[in-house]
C-alpha cells in the first residue's frame, strides 16, 4: 500500500452518566479518530487516552503533535506500507504507545480490507462472541451503586467490576455481595490509587472471592504489587503497569500478577497487544480485555481480539448503550451477555456519516501525500 492522506477527526460524545474512577470524572467522551486513506483502501482507529493525562501520560493533544511531527513522517518514508513493518518504523520515537496504536490500527484496517479478512481472522479468533463485564464508576452512596448494579444484571452482564478508591472501597463490595450473592463474578479495580502500606486493608477484601484486584499500587512498581501478592489471596492483576508483552513476562515471572489486563492501545496496538495475550496464555495466566470507553470504532478491534483462546474472563466490553445514547457506527447490542464479534473486513465497522457529522468537533490533515 501507499499512504495517501491521513485525517485527524475530533469527536465529542456525550456519556449517558457521569463515569467516576480514582483519577476523575468523565462526562464527554473527548478524543479523535485515525483516517487513514491509502491506493488501496481506507481505515479508521480510535486514540483511546482522554484530553488530560491522568489515566496516562498521554493525552489528546499531545498524540496528535507526535503523530503528525514524528510518527507519520517516518511511516511515509517507507518504500512499501505493511502493518508488519510499522512498529521498526516507530520505534526511534520512545514511549507514545496509545498514538502508535491509533496509527497501526487505522493502517491494520486498511490493510484488512484490502484483502477482505476480517480482524478476528488476522489475529487468531476462535468464538464469533464474547461475554461482556460492565465497569460501574465510584457512586455518590451505596444505594444508587447497588441500583446500578441491579440494572446492569438486569440487561444481562455477566460480570461487574467496581471502580474503588480509599474510602470507597470494602463497604461498597461488601454491600454487592450481600446484595447480589457469592456468585456473582465480582472484581474491583484501583487505578493505582494505593499504596503497600495499605496492604492490611486491602487483605480486608478477601473475604469476597472476588476475581481479582486491579492495579492497586503505583504504575511500573512491579516489586511492590509482587509483595502485596504475598500479604493478599485477591490475585492481582496489572493494567497500567504493563506496556508490552516483556513487561508482561517479567510481571509473571515475580509474581507481581495473576491475571493480565490486556488494552490494546495502552501496549502499542493490537499485534502487540496478541503477543501480550501469547505470553500470558504460555504461562497459564488468564487475560480479558480493558476497556477506555470506547466508540464503536474502538469498541469493534476490542471485541476481535477478545476472541482469543486466552481470554478466559469477561472483559469491559460493553454495549454501546452503557456509555451512549447514541454511538457513532452501528451500536453493539448485548444478547444473552455476550456480544458479537464483528465479522466485516478490517475492524468491521465505520463511521456513520450523519452521527460522525454530528459529534465532530473539528477536523485536520496531518498528513497529504
Not at 502508535?100 to 476480517?118: C, F, H, I, N, S
Not at 460493553?318 to 454511538?327: I, K, L, N
Not at 465505520?350 to 465532530?360: C, N, V, Y
Amino acid at each position: 500500500m501507499k499512504l495517501e492522506r491521513v485525517e485527524i477527526v475530533h469527536v465529542a460524545i456525550p456519556l449517558v452518566t457521569p463515569f467516576r474512577t480514582s483519577f476523575g470524572t468523565m462526562t464527554t467522551k473527548d478524543t479523535f479518530l485515525l483516517h487513514v486513506v491509502t491506493d488501496a483502501a481506507e481505515g479508521w482507529s480510535e486514540f483511546a487516552a482522554d484530553p488530560e493525562p491522568l489515566y496516562c501520560s498521554e493525552f489528546v493533544a499531545g498524540a496528535e503533535l507526535v503523530l503528525r511531527d514524528f510518527l507519520l513522517p517516518r511511516v511515509a518514508a517507507l518504500p512499501r506500507l505493511t502493518t508488519a513493518v510499522l512498529a521498526p518504523a516507530m520505534a526511534k520515537t520512545k514511549g507514545h504507545e496509545l498514538a502508535k496504536a491509533a496509527l497501526e490500527t487505522a493502517v491494520l484496517d486498511a490493510e484488512l480490507r484490502a484483502y477482505g479478512m476480517p480482524l478476528a481472522t488476522c489475529l487468531g479468533a476462535v468464538r464469533d462472541r464474547v461475554p461482556a463485564g460492565v465497569s460501574v464508576g465510584i457512586k455518590d452512596s451505596v444505594p444508587q451503586l447497588l441500583d446500578d448494579v441491579e440494572r446492569y444484571l438486569a440487561d444481562g452482564y455477566v460480570r461487574i467490576k467496581l471502580k474503588i478508591e480509599p474510602g470507597w472501597d470494602v463497604e461498597p463490595v461488601r454491600a454487592v455481595r450481600e446484595r447480589f450473592g457469592d456468585a456473582l463474578p465480582l472484581q474491583v479495580d484501583a487505578n493505582t490509587a494505593y499504596t503497600l502500606a495499605d496492604a492490611e486493608h486491602l487483605r480486608k477484601l478477601d473475604e469476597f472471592g472476588l476475581l481479582l484486584i486491579e492495579e492497586p499500587l503505583e504504575e511500573n512498581n512491579l516489586h511492590a504489587h509482587a509483595r502485596l501478592q504475598k500479604r493478599i489471596a485477591t490475585p492481582v492483576c496489572l493494567d497500567e503497569s504493563l506496556h508490552n508483552a516483556r513487561d508482561t513476562a517479567s510481571a509473571i515471572a515475580m509474581d507481581a500478577c495473576r491475571v493480565v489486563n490486556v488494552k490494546p492501545a495502552r501496549v502499542g496496538g493490537y499485534l502487540e497487544a496478541r503477543r501480550v495475550h501469547d505470553v500470558a496464555h504460555a504461562h497459564g495466566v488468564p487475560v480479558w480485555c480493558g476497556g477506555m470507553l470506547e466508540t464503536g470504532i474502538g469498541r469493534a478491534p476490542n471485541l476481535a481480539l477478545a476472541a482469543l483462546p486466552g481470554f478466559t474472563l469477561p472483559g469491559d466490553t460493553s454495549a454501546s448503550s452503557r456509555y451512549f445514547a447514541e454511538d457513532i457506527t452501528e451500536p453493539f447490542v448485548l444478547q444473552d451477555g455476550h456480544l458479537p464479534v464483528p465479522s466485516g473486513p478490517g475492524i468491521g465497522v465505520a463511521p456513520l456519516p450523519d452521527a460522525l457529522r454530528r459529534f465532530t468537533t473539528a477536523r485536520r490533515d496531518v498528513y497529504g501525500g
